[in-house]
């Protein structure tokens, strides 16, 4: 018998192999793929106008139909897009790390770091390395490799991203309450961009949605909790699939 696929979409300036840590957890149970997003990875820049809609229909191509889909960070807002647009392609979704319906405090925090990005591109990078990693146990080797897929991104095409990222919330805000599908979303305690508060937010926006937050957990969860992300997603999915 055939296993399940779940398809797992990166964040912002990353690629699939922030995937890697979380895939390997996986792979016994399902068939996993870890596509690029447009303007990441190996695909080509994208222009500075793209649009949520640009990068789902970019990935759209890489999703068999009724497969579990889930999202980190950018890549969670593209997988709510692909529900909501693309229902067809999405058996469950799942969002790790996620906004939503930022508050005006939240929406000024996240763009000053888009301007910061747009100023100095290193130093944006180096903040966002510290962001998501100062504190935790994550190996140098992990990191310095975040930093190098960061690094290697073309500067007008992840500010073109970042842009999304920093505002299409506003965008899905009032689409949430029809994506029908079951839907889990996670994010950990100390993640300060995509904070709890927003997890819980997002549970309660989506019909069908439980909110779980990883303790002492960051935003690079993924990467420095692939486990304690696992173990409710495979829960998650084998609930659905005995419904």
Request: aromatic residues 4%; charged residues 20%.
């Amino acid at each position: 018998m055939s296993k399940p696929t779940v398809v797992l979409l990166h964040g912002v300036g990353l690629d699939h192999t922030m995937w890697e840590p979380t895939a390997a957890l996986l792979a016994d149970r399902f068939t996993v793929i870890t596509p690029d997003l447009p303007g990441h990875g190996n695909r080509p820049p994208v222009g500075a106008g793209v649009t949520l809609a640009d990068l789902a229909d970019g990935v759209a191509g890489e999703i068999p139909a009724g497969s579990h889909l889930v999202g980190f960070s950018l890549g969670a807002l593209v997988a709510q897009h692909l529900a909501l647009h693309r229902p067809a392609l999405v058996a469950t979704l799942t969002s790790v790390s996620s906004v939503c319906e930022r508050t005006e405090e939240e929406r000024t925090s996240v763009l000053a770091r888009l301007r910061t990005a747009e100023a100095d591109f290193a130093a944006s990078a180096a903040a966002s390395l510290k962001r998501w990693y100062e504190g935790t146990d994550v190996d140098a080797g992990r990191v310095a490799r975040t930093e190098a897929t960061l690094l290697a991104n073309d500067v007008g095409s992840f500010l073109g991203c970042y842009r999304v990222f920093a505002t299409a919330d506003v965008e899905l805000g009032p689409g949430l309450g029809s994506i029908a599908v079951p839907a889990l979303a996670v994010t950990g305690e100390n993640d300060p961009g995509s904070t709890p508060e927003m997890t819980r937010r997002l549970a309660a926006a989506l019909p069908d949605c439980r909110a779980v937050i990883v303790p002492g957990a960051r935003h690079m969860l993924p990467v420095e909790r692939p486990q304690a992300l696992v173990d409710p997603l495979t829960t998650f999915l084998g609930e659905c699939a005995h419904v």
